[in-house]
C-alpha cells in the first residue's frame, strides 16, 4: 500500500537536470576547474549542491557559499517561471495530493525549489518540502527522507519515492522505503537498486500505485 509520495526535486519533479548540468560547467570553468557534462552526470548529479561544489572544488576552496548562491541564482533566472515542471506531472502531482500527504526531498536550496513549485501551482500540495537547507547530511545519507517521514506520519514502507539517481536512491533506501527511478538522468545500469524504472512522472503511474 502506498500512503504517502516522496518527490526528489531536480532531474525527477523538475525537468532540469540539463540545465543544472550547464550551469555548474560554466560556474566550474570560471573558477578554474573545467568540468564535461559527462563528468557531472558521472560524479556529481544526484548530490547536493554543497557536496558538488566540495568534490570539484575540493573542501578547502574559500568561495563555496558563493559559488552556491551564485549557482541558485542562475538555475531561479532559468526556471522560477515553473516551466521545468510540465503538464504531465503537475496533474500527477495534482492527482497523488487528493488520496495521500505528499513531500519533496531535495539536495536543492529552498531558495531554488520554492519559487519554481509555486510558479507551477503546486506549493499548497506538498506537506512538507526538505531542502539543502534543512539537513546536516545530503544525500546519500538518509536524514532529508528520516525528515520527511516524521511529517506524513505514516510506516516508511508504505512511502513511495520518486527519484533518479543512485544517491537519491541509496538515501530512501536507507530510510526503510520503496524507490522508482526516472530513467533519463543516469543510464539504467546505475538505477538498479530501485524498486521499478520509469520513463516519467504521469497520473496512470500515480493511478496504478494508489490504486
Known amino acids: 500500500m502506498t500512503r504517502a509520495i516522496v518527490f526528489d526535486f531536480n532531474g525527477t519533479l ?46 578547502d576552496h574559500p568561495d563555496v557559499d558563493a559559488v552556491i548562491e551564485e549557482r541558485v541564482r542562475r538555475y531561479r533566472a532559468a526556471v522560477s517561471d515553473g516551466s521545468s515542471i510540465g503538464p504531465a506531472a503537475r496533474e500527477a502531482v495534482r492527482y497523488a495530493a487528493e488520496h495521500v500527504p505528499l513531500a519533496i526531498v531535495s539536495g536543492a536550496a529552498r531558495a531554488e525549489i520554492d519559487p519554481v ?75 538498479a537498486a530501485a524498486d521499478e524504472l520509469i520513463d516519467g512522472i504521469d497520473v496512470e503511474l500515480m493511478r496504478r500505485v494508489l490504486g
Do not use: N
Request: negative net charge; contains cysteine; aromatic residues 8%.
Open 14 to 59: 523538475s525537468d532540469d537536470e540539463p540545465i543544472l548540468c550547464e550551469i555548474f560547467v560554466e560556474l566550474f570553468a570560471e573558477h578554474g576547474r573545467p568540468l564535461s557534462a559527462q563528468e557531472y552526470f558521472d560524479h556529481l548529479a544526484g548530490h547536493s549542491d554543497p557536496e558538488i561544489v566540495y568534490r570539484w572544488l575540493g573542501r
Open 117 to 191: 513549485v509555486e510558479a507551477a501551482g503546486l506549493s499548497e500540495l506538498f506537506r512538507t518540502i526538505v531542502s539543502a537547507d534543512d539537513v546536516v547530511h545530503g544525500k546519500p545519507d538518509p536524514e532529508g527522507y528520516l525528515q520527511a517521514l516524521a511529517v506524513l506520519g505514516v510506516p516508511a514502507g508504505d512511502v513511495l519515492v520518486l527519484e533518479d539517481t543512485e544517491a537519491g536512491i541509496a538515501s530512501a533506501k536507507a530510510a526503510g522505503m520503496r524507490v522508482f527511478a526516472r530513467q533519463g538522468t543516469l543510464v539504467p545500469a546505475r538505477l
